[in-house]
């Protein structure tokens, strides 16, 4: 018997690749999609405009028949008869959504609206299950039946994931991230704004603008991701944190970063610096990057890669177009490592997946782990 599975805002970039992930999975099944006003009363193959010139589907492979068949609902009546829910919902929406789910059900989320509160357990697979007790923390704090587990920020997801042995190894004492993200970080709508562009620009190359417009993709960098370096930072040191007396202690290191949009279409890269505390080598952290197994490996979850971080020996290597879909976007493909010029300081280049691994599939992880450790029954 597999698990029933609602999807909130399943027709949204984040709620194709859910459906792509679940449509085929060994434990749960789709059995309910939910989006906005727009969608709802339509069926999914008509809410993306499937068969028409405004189809809005923009991956490649296809959702099954019966899926298109499905009625998109609206969030006004959301029917607790599943045994779970994905919520791929804009923060603003979820925070009430989600809180009314969890009163039922649990919840794993791509939404930001849990990720900050002191009983969240902020869940990103092979890094924090230590955190884990927090949900029981919440049901109680909040009366819920339910609980939300939200996913890290995207950009946060192949940082912190690439920190993690790291800091167990050798300790840090600072961390530099400067980002170069993906468009479709920013939603459907962005992407589809940037095809627009593209269209426009035509066979020519890009030149200058007399006139500024916002969110211009093409041919451009935007050296300002609203929230995104805040929400990076914070969760970054939470995510590395140690669970005592109920409560989550950040790891003691420094950082900061600085996030640009760049005109990609998938996968966040990040040039990485960093300071550790015991001195080490790059062949030791190459070592201890390519050892790495987390839990997902360890209990051999469907959806986890035989192990998450991939060291590329290239210098100039990872890039997005030849390495973002390695293990299916399931993997932190780390390059470029090199000593600097600072005392135990070293700096890399990484690439993660923003849709996969730091969203839809990723969120697919943290449920398969959820549900071996009977948190989802
Ligand atoms: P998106 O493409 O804009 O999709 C949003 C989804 O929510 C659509 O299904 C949309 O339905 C629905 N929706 C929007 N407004 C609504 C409303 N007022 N009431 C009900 N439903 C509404 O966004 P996304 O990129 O998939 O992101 C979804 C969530 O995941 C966000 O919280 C985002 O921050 C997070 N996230 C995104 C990424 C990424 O790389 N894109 C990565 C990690 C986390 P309609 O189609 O009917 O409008």
Redo the contacts with the bound molecule.
Sequence with gaps: MKLSVGI????????QKFVLCLQNHPWFEITKL???????GKTYGE?LGFGTDSCRWFLKEKPKPEILELK?Q??ENIEKDVDFFFS????E??LE?EGKVAAEKPVVS???AYRYFEDSFTYLPGVNESHAAMIEIQRKKRGWKGFVVP?P??TTVGLALSLKPVYDAFGLEGVIMVSMQ?V??????AVSRWAEQRKQQGASLPEPLPEYTPLTFEGNVIPYIKGEEEKVKRETVKLLGRFENERIIPADFKITCKCNRVPVLEGHTESVFIITRQETTVEDLKRCWREYKGEPQRLGLPTAPPRPIMVLEEIDRPQPRFDVLRERGMVVCVGGIERNVFERGFQYTLLSH??EL??ARGAVLAAEYLFKTGYLT
């Design positions: 909130l805002g399943a027709t949204g970039e984040v709620g939910y989006a906005s006003p727009k969608s709802a809410a998109v609206s969030l791929a919902l804009p923060s929406v979820a959504v791509t939404a930001s996913q920020n995207c993906a479709s970080g920013a939603g459907y709508e923003n849709t730091g969203a």
